[in-house]
Nanobody, 119 residues
Framework: QVQLVESGGGLVQPGGSLRLGCAAS????????MSWYCQAPGKERELVAS???????NYADSVKGRFTISRDNDKNTVFLQMNSLKPEDTAMYYC?????????????WGQGTQVTVSS
């Protein structure tokens, strides 16, 4: 059974930092790309950052230069370091793994962790 458990969210002032973590279990973690998505109230879920099995990273334009995604394959964990946070970063943040079950794509999601940026 695949499980993704996020942690590290909270309330932070503008300009502050948070580090999110996502612990994965139930699959060979090092063989999968990992992603972070965010969803603000009334908006669609959108990709924030992703990291390949080889460590190649990709970021949404809105977070480039401020957020850093990394992975620790020994700990089966992916991280999102969030610096220079802005109020518009306020959202629920979700960890994601994209897999194939049978011949069909399947997404695993964590329960999410809330990030609120406010003074």
């Amino acid at each position: 059974q695949v499980q993704l458990v996020e942690s590290g969210g909270g309330l932070v002032q503008p300009g502050g930092s948070l580090r999110l973590g996502c612990a994965a279990s139930g699959l060979p973690f090092s063989m999968y790309a990992m992603s972070w998505y965010c969803q603000a109230p009334g908006k669609e879920r959108e990709l924030v950052a992703s990291i390949s099995t080889g460590g190649r990273t990709n970021y949404a334009d809105s977070v480039k230069g401020r957020f850093t995604i990394s992975r620790d394959n020994d700990k089966n964990t992916v991280f999102l370091q969030m610096n220079s946070l802005k109020p518009e970063d306020t959202a629920m943040y979700y960890c994601n793994i994209k897999t194939i079950i049978g011949l069909s794509p399947y997404d695993y999601w964590g329960q999410g962790t809330q990030v609120t940026v406010s003074s």
